[in-house]
T-cell receptor, first 112, second 116 residues
Framework: SQQGEEDPQALSIQEGENATMNCSYK?????LQWYRQNSGRGLVHLIL?????REKHSGRLRVTLDTSKKSSSLLITASRAADTASYFC????????????FGKGTKLTVNP | GAVVSQHPSRVICKSGTSVKIECRSL??????MFWYRQFPKKSLMLMAT?????????EQGVEKDKFLINHASLTLSTLTVTSAHPEDSSFYIC????????????FGNGTRLTVT
């Protein structure tokens, strides 16, 4: 069943602006991950945040996790045209399961 | 880094035929691989978990006789869409767990299947 729900479904910004995407989920999780997908391609892992973490950074990416609200956000700062892609959150359950449940994704367009 | 190769990237077949999609881990051994299906502008839906040397575990609603999965070696899993129908047209993506248990998973580039 669908777990993560991203919003917005689509986001269009100018280069240099920040992009924020949100993800909500329904059940208890062990971790939450963000992936990027270029059109017609596979997924690239961006960042993983565990349930006992609240914030994580990786380069221009900043991820937050609020387990009380069952939500996460992905912030891309100083966006570039090359950041244009779809971004998905995926949740991993407890018990060591590597089965990921993906959200519907946010399609980000960064205009030059 | 770990690389997963998926082949073919695109395939067009006629209704009633079968299509095989390969997923290979190129520089690591993958005891577990996952097969996903993605509809246009939609999310990835897990179809099955493929374990080397044993039967695949299918998600609810996925027909195991329709989508045959074989994980015969530590570097190769195959998904065969049998007796394909136009509604099977979709984007299929595999992922593999790396040498060290845990996440993140490594994804192939996907296969665009079109059934005419």
């Amino acid at each position: 069943s669908q777990q993560g729900e991203e919003d917005p479904q689509a986001l269009s910004i100018q280069e240099g602006e920040n992009a924020t995407m949100n993800c909500s989920y329904k059940t208890s999780i062990n971790n939450l991950q963000w992936y990027r997908q270029n059109s017609g391609r596979g997924l690239v892992h961006l960042i993983l945040i565990r349930s006992n973490e609240r914030e994580k950074h990786s380069g221009r990416l900043r991820v937050t996790l609020d387990t009380s609200k069952k939500s996460s956000s992905l912030l891309i700062t100083a966006s570039r045209a090359a950041d244009t892609a779809s971004y998905f959150c995926a949740t991993g359950a407890w018990g060591g399961s590597e089965k990921l449940v993906f959200g519907k994704g946010t399609k980000l367009t960064v205009n030059p | 880094g770990a690389v997963v190769s998926q082949h073919p990237s695109r395939v067009i077949c006629k209704s009633g035929t079968s299509v095989k999609i390969e997923c290979r881990s190129l520089d690591f051994q993958a005891t577990t691989m996952f097969w996903y299906r993605q509809f246009p502008k939609k999310s990835l839906m897990l179809m099955a978990t493929s374990n080397e040397g044993s039967k695949a575990t299918y998600e609810q609603g996925v027909e195991k006789d329709k989508f045959l999965i074989n994980h015969a070696s530590l570097t190769l899993s195959t998904l065969t869409v049998t007796s394909a129908h136009p509604e099977d047209s979709s984007f299929y993506i595999c992922s593999a767990r790396g040498e060290h248990p845990g996440i993140p998973l490594h994804f192939g580039n996907g296969t665009r299947l079109t059934v005419t």
